[in-house]
T-cell receptor
Framework: DVKVTQSSRYLVKRTGEKVFLECVQD?????MFWYRQDPGLGLRLIYFSYDVKMKEKGDIPEGYSVSREKKERFSLILESASTNQTSMYLCASSLPLLRVSSGANVLTFGAGSRLTVL | DAKTTQPTSMDCAEGRAANLPCNHSTISGNEYVYWYRQIHSQGPQYIIHGLKNNETNEMASLIITEDRKSSTLILPHATLRDTAVYYC????????????FGTGTRLTIIP
């Protein structure tokens, strides 16, 4: 019954490494999102994609990039990981608002990827 | 999207009703109220949403005041598995596709 899958549950990387976080959804959703979650700060949106090859910056895009080559897959890339990017990363997907009825614009989240940068 | 205000934390005894408040005094007429929860080490999960009428599903009930400036999520018979962070979010169903989460209410169910 898994609908949004994040490839790695736990990762440990070194400062300066390039890091890829992968997310796959099987619900044929147009929208996909990457959030990070830190204690006391809640969930903050990094990037959003509303279609293949389309992306928009969220609230904290600095230090990150994304790739959406296929509808079901949305990748978050840390070009040169830094210690302040140690965090829980959450991927989500949803239908676009125009395809939603009865106001039910629901995000489905993955289980999260906990990244530690040493 | 309108801003929401929730208490930082709450406790509730197991078996009792848990009532989680949310203030959204700047809500506009086309904005819905959504509730999500996040159990430890998992991603957030959708619970319920509403526009102006009270709503109920298998997980919870949502009570929205007549002026729509506040709402309450009710878990009728709380269990230990309901211990989680609960997020109240207000958003319109057009325009901005992005969903903004606050810091939510940490609900602890006491045995």
């Amino acid at each position: 019954d898994v609908k949004v899958t994040q490839s790695s549950r736990y990762l440990v990387k070194r400062t300066g490494e390039k890091v890829f976080l992968e997310c796959v959804q099987d619900m044929d959703h147009e929208n996909m999102f990457w959030y990070r979650q830190d204690p006391g700060l809640g969930l903050r949106l990094i990037y959003f994609s509303y279609d293949v090859k389309m992306k928009e910056k969220g609230d904290i895009p600095e230090g990150y990039s994304v790739s959406r080559e296929k509808k079901e897959r949305f990748s978050l890339i840390l070009e040169s990981a830094s210690t302040n990017q140690t965090s829980m990363y959450l991927c989500a997907s949803s239908l676009p608002l125009l395809r939603v009825s009865s106001g039910a614009n629901v995000l489905t989240f993955g289980a999260g990827s906990r990244l530690t940068v040493l | 999207d309108a801003k929401t205000t929730q208490p930082t934390s709450m406790d509730c005894a197991e078996g009792r009703a848990a009532n989680l408040p949310c203030n959204h005094s700047t809500i506009s007429g086309n904005e819905y109220v959504y509730w999500y929860r996040q159990i430890h080490s998992q991603g957030p999960q959708y619970i319920i949403h509403g526009l102006k009428n009270n709503e109920t599903n298998e997980m919870a009930s949502l009570i929205i005041t007549e002026d729509r400036k506040s709402s309450t999520l009710i878990l009728p018979h709380a269990t230990l598995r309901d211990t989680a962070v609960y997020y109240c979010i207000v958003r319109a169903n057009f325009g901005n596709e992005k969903l903004t989460f606050g810091t939510g209410t940490r609900l602890t169910i006491i045995p």
